[in-house]
T-cell receptor, first 116, second 113 residues
Framework: NAGVMQNPRHLVRRRGQEARLRCSPM?????VYWYRQLPEEGLKFMVY????????ESGMPKERFSAEFPKEGPSILRIQQVVRGDSAAYFC??????????????FGPGTRLTVT | TQLLEQSPQFLSIQEGENLTVYCNSS?????LQWYRQEPGEGPVLLVT?????EVKKLKRLTFQFGDARKDSSLHITAAQPGDTGLYLC?????????????FGSGTQLTVLP
């Protein structure tokens, strides 16, 4: 029973490049959440997606950041024109939702983004 | 301002000692989770509490949810070096339709042999 998968585990980008982070949820989970952990800070919610639908993006920066969860394939968190302040660990979590009840969120190992 | 305040922020104890970590808020949560995170890894779920006053035990770990569902505690009995890690509380706010987790700042526990 594979857990939440994220890749790459480590990503180095130069300022101005694009970063693409991938997340495959646990088997049977159709809801995905992205969180960011900045150095010396706690985990902060970014976006919540269902297949082909963004449910809540209240934690996403207004510019340069986007997320999708297509019908087929992993969820993608995309950061355009990265800046040094984007350096952080990005975690994906998934949960099961049945009859409107949301079960616990299970986290992936994270992608550590370093912007040079 | 942190919605969930965890204390202490750092805790270093000797093997065999007991300890308690606190997670407090002025907001009500529909559920609260405790996670443990190792360096370079994602948070691993330990327990979920949903009912006010609920107590759950996981071997030497005891979790309690406050009666008003605004606070929680984690008590470890006879701590072992393997308990070392970052302990995070996280909750789903009762107000609104949000399902995202609000995290505390974490308690870094070090258990010395």
């Amino acid at each position: 029973n594979a857990g939440v998968m994220q890749n790459p585990r480590h990503l180095v980008r130069r300022r101005g490049q694009e970063a693409r982070l991938r997340c495959s949820p646990m088997k049977g989970h159709s809801h995905v959440y992205w969180y960011r952990q900045l150095p010396e800070e706690g985990l902060k919610f970014m976006v919540y997606l269902q297949k082909e639908n963004i449910i809540d993006e209240s934690g996403m920066p207004k510019e340069r950041f986007s997320a999708e969860f297509p019908k087929e394939g992993p969820s993608i968190l995309r950061i355009q024109q990265v800046v040094r302040g984007d350096s952080a660990a990005y975690f994906c979590a998934s949960s099961l939702v049945v009859a409107g009840f949301t079960y616990e969120q299970y986290f992936g190992p994270g992608t550590r983004l370093t912007v040079t | 301002t942190q919605l969930l305040e965890q204390s202490p922020q750092f805790l270093s104890i000797q093997e065999g000692e007991n300890l308690t970590v606190y997670c407090n808020s002025s907001s009500v949560f529909s559920s609260l989770q405790w996670y443990r995170q190792e360096p370079g890894e994602g948070p691993v779920l330990l327990v979920t509490v949903v009912t006010g006053g609920e107590v759950k035990k996981l071997k030497r770990l005891t979790f309690q949810f406050g009666d008003a569902r605004k606070d929680s505690s984690l008590h470890i009995t006879a701590a072992q070096p393997g308990d070392t890690g970052l302990y995070l509380c996280a909750g789903v706010l009762l107000a609104g339709s949000a399902r995202q987790l609000t995290f505390g700042s974490g308690t870094q526990l070090t258990v010395l042999p």
